[in-house]
């Protein structure tokens, strides 16, 4: 009588686990993924990549610590751009003349991006900019 009821119980406590693991499971949903959508992806990461192996430029090294710039925020910077912001950004760059110009003109875009994000409150990187949402 006594394995009968304890069997029971574990019946009814296995059941229970049972129910609660299905119901956090969710339903995976395949679909086709576009041709363009792989391309615009792979894309994104090219150009990601241009933009960190510009970092190894000398003339933006110097550029970059005679600002007191770390290369690591910039690096994690570029990580951090949205899509739209990676192509207007090497639109930009690809618009830009060849030369020194070109690297000034991507040191000045390193830095208005960083003044922004001061500016939303993403990052503290100059101290004289004021947080627009406090």
């Not at 992806?41 to 090219?46: A, I, L, T």
Request: aromatic fraction near 6%; charged fraction near 15%.
């Amino acid at each position: 009588m006594f394995k009968a009821r304890w069997m029971r119980y574990l019946a009814a406590v296995l059941a229970a686990l049972h129910f609660s693991l299905m119901v956090q499971v969710p339903a995976a949903q395949a679909a086709m993924i576009g041709t363009s959508e792989v391309l615009s992806e792979q894309r994104q990461q090219v150009d990601r990549q241009q933009l960190l192996s510009m970092l190894d430029d000398q003339e933006v090294k110097a550029k970059l610590e005679s600002m007191g710039v770390d290369r690591a925020q910039v690096e994690s910077r570029i990580n951090s751009l949205t899509p739209a912001e990676l192509a207007q950004f090497n639109q930009q760059l690809s618009e830009a003349p060849a030369g020194s110009a070109s690297v000034i003109g991507i040191i000045v875009l390193f830095l208005v991006i960083f003044i922004i994000t001061d500016m939303l409150c993403a990052t503290n990187v100059f101290n004289f900019i004021n947080c627009i949402n406090r």
